[in-house]
C-alpha cells in the first residue's frame, strides 16, 4: 500500500465504503483500519488496473486461480448465454442441467485412472469438507466404521471450513481464538527440506525419516482406525513446498499397504500450474482415491470446486437399496459455474496453454534462481508456474527475520509501487501466474523483484534491522 496517499484515499468512496463494511479473509485490524484496502478497477490477461489507473503485473494469479486469464470475452459470453439459457436448477436428488453432466463428463475424461464420479461445490475447502463425508459413507459401507481418523501434514492448507481448517495446519493461521479438531486429526511433519532441522542431511535421508514417522503414526493411531490421508502434491499456501523425490508416491504405498484412503488436494495444482491437468499421475505417480479441486477449474471467472471419486468408492457407497447421500450444496453443479468451466477447459485445449507452461515454466524458475546473489535470498522453491522466493536473514544459518519485520510484505509493497503483485506471506514471497505469461513477462518479474527487494535491503539497514 505505499504509494497509495491519503488524499487519494479519501477521495475514494469505494476504498472508505469497503473499509468500514467489509471482513476480509485473513483481514489484519489494525493495519486494515489504517490502510484499508486496494480497490481494483479491471483487470486484463496478467494485468490488474486500480481504481486510480494504475497497473499490476499479477504474478500471484488472483488466488492461485486466474489460471486463462483475465477478460475474456467467449468466457463473458459463455457466462451470460448460460444466465439466459438457465441461471439456475435445483440440482438435488434426481434433477441435473446439462453443463453440470457436460463437465462432471469431461473431469472424469481428465482425471486419471478410475475417477469416473464428480461431486461439485462452490470451493476448495468445501470439496475438501465434502469429500469426508463420502469417505466416511464408503467406510461404513465397506463394514469399517471405525475408521474416521484423518492424517495431513504440518504446513498443509485444505481450507477453511471448520474441518478443512482442522485438516489443514499452517502454524501462523493456528491463532488461539479458534478451534479445530485435535482427537482425531493429526499431522504428521512438514516435508519441508529448508527447515529441516539437521542442515547435513541429504534428502534420501529426509525423506526416509518422513516415511518412518508416518508409519509409525499409523501404527500408534491404529490402521483400523484412518479413513484417509490429505495431501497436496506440494504444498501451496504453506510455502511452495514440493516434497522430496519420492516422497508422494512412498506416502501412497503406506496407505495402500495400511487401507487408507489418499484425497489429493489439487485445488491449486490442477489445471495447468505444473503443465498437466492433474500433477497425482503425471507428476508423481500417484493414483488417488479422490481428487479435490477448484481455483483453475473456472480460473477464478466464477466460484466453483469438485471431488472426484473413484469408482470404488462409488460402488461401495451404491451398494445399498436403503442408502442415500445427504449432503449437498444448494448451488452443487450450478450451471452457470460449470458453463464457464467448461468453456474455460476448451480455452486451455486450444490455445494449448500447458505447452506454454511447459516451456516458459523451466526458464521461469532459472530467472528467478539469479536473485540467490542477493543476501537475503535463501531459496527460490517451486516448479514452473508455482514459485516463491525464501527471505532470510542469514543465509549460512537459514536464520529468518523477527516475524514483526514482516519481510515478505515489505518486499511485496515495493514491488507493489513497482508494478507487480507478489503474494507475501510470512518470509516468503510467492507467485502463480496465469499460464499465458510469456519469457518477456518472466524477465519484468525478476528485474522488478530484484529492485523491491534491493529497496527493503535498503531501508532494513537504514532502521538498524539487518546488516549485510
Ligand atoms: C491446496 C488448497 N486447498 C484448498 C483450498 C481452499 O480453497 P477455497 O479457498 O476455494 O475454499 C486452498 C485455497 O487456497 C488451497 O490452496
Known amino acids: 500500500m505505499s504509494n497509495r496517499t491519503s488524499t487519494l484515499k479519501s477521495e475514494s468512496k469505494i476504498w472508505e465504503l469497503d473499509r468500514r463494511h467489509q471482513l476480509h ?34 504474478a500471484v494469479g488472483g488466488m492461485w486461480c486466474t489460471n486463462i486469464g483475465l477478460g475474456r470475452e467467449e468466457m463473458a459470453d459463455a457466462i451470460a448465454q448460460q444466465v439466459r ?16 453432466s457436460r463437465l462432471a463428463a469431461k473431469l472424469a475424461e481428465l482425471a486419471p485412472g478410475d475417477l469416473n464420479h464428480v461431486m461439485f461445490t462452490c470451493s476448495g475447502s468445501t470439496a475438501n469438507d465434502l469429500a469426508y463425508r ?7 459401507a465397506r463394514g469399517t466404521p471405525k475408521k474416521h481418523h484423518i492424517l495431513s501434514r504440518i504446513d498443509s492448507y485444505h481450507g477453511a471450513t471448520f474441518l478443512a481448517a482442522s485438516i489443514g495446519c499452517k502454524p501462523d493461521d493456528r491463532i488461539s481464538e479458534f478451534d479445530f479438531i485435535t482427537d482425531w486429526v493429526h499431522h504428521l511433519s512438514s516435508p519441508n527440506r529448508y ?70 488436494d489439487e485445488v491449486v495444482t490442477a489445471f495447468g500450474r505444473l503443465g498437466c491437468w492433474f500433477v497425482s499421475k503425471d507428476r508423481f505417480d500417484v493414483q488417488p482415491d479422490i481428487i479435490t479441486c477448484a481455483k483453475g477449474l473456472s480460473s477464478g471467472y466464477l466460484p466453483l470446486g469438485a471431488a472426484i471419486i473413484s469408482d ?8 445399498d437399496d436403503d442408502r442415500f447421500f445427504a449432503a449437498g450444496l444448494t448451488y452443487s453443479g450450478h450451471p452457470v459455474s460449470c458453463a464457464a468451466a467448461l468453456k474455460n477447459i476448451e480455452i486451455m485445449e486450444r490455445e494449448n496453454l500447458f505447452d506454454n507452461v511447459n516451456e516458459v515454466g523451466p526458464y521461469f524458475e532459472k530467472q528467478l534462481r539469479t536473485l540467490l546473489d542477493l543476501p537475503i535470498v535463501g531459496d527460490i522453491r517451486g516448479e514452473k508456474f508455482m514459485m516463491c522466493v525464501v527471505n532470510v536473514q542469514n543465509k549460512a544459518s537459514r536464520e529468518f527475520f523477527p516475524a514483526e519485520v514482516n519481510i515478505g510484505k515489505r518486499i511485496s509493497d515495493h514491488a507493489e509501487s513497482l508494478g507487480l503483485l507478489v503474494r507475501p506471506i510470512g518470509d516468503l514471497n510467492i507467485m502463480s501466474p496465469p499460464l499465458t505469461m510469456s519469457r518477456e513477462d518472466v524477465d519484468f518479474i525478476v528485474t522488478t523483484l530484484r529492485t523491491a527487494i534491493e529497496m527493503t535491503m535498503i531501508g532494513l539497514r537504514s532502521e538498524g534491522l539487518w546488516r549485510d
Open 195 to 264: 527447515r529441516a532441522p539437521d542442515l547435513n542431511t541429504t534428502d534420501e535421508d529426509f525423506c526416509d525419516y518422513l516415511i518412518e514417522e508416518m508409519e509409525q503414526k499409523i501404527l500408534d493411531v491404529g490402521p483400523e482406525n484412518i479413513a484417509a490421508f490429505y495431501a497436496e502434491p506440494i504444498l501451496g499456501v504453506g510455502g511452495v513446498i514440493v516434497p522430496p523425490a519420492d516422497y508422494n508416491r512412498r506416502t501412497w504405498d503406506l496407505c495402500q499397504r495400511y487401507d487408507i484412503l489418499y484425497v489429493a
Open 134 to 140: 463420502v469417505i466416511r459413507m464408503y467406510q461404513h
Open 312 to 319: 470404488r468408492i462409488y460402488e461401495v457407497m451404491a451398494n
Open 85 to 100: 439459457d438457465l441461471a439456475y436448477a435445483n440440482p438435488f436428488v434426481d434433477m441435473t442441467n446439462e453443463p453440470a
Open 25 to 58: 479473509p485473513y483481514q489484519h485490524f489494525a493495519s486494515f483500519d489504517k490502510a484499508g484496502s486496494m480497490v481494483m478497477k479491471s483487470g486484463q490477461g496478467c494485468y490488474l488496473t486500480d481504481e486510480y489507473g494504475k497497473r499490476y503485473f499479477d
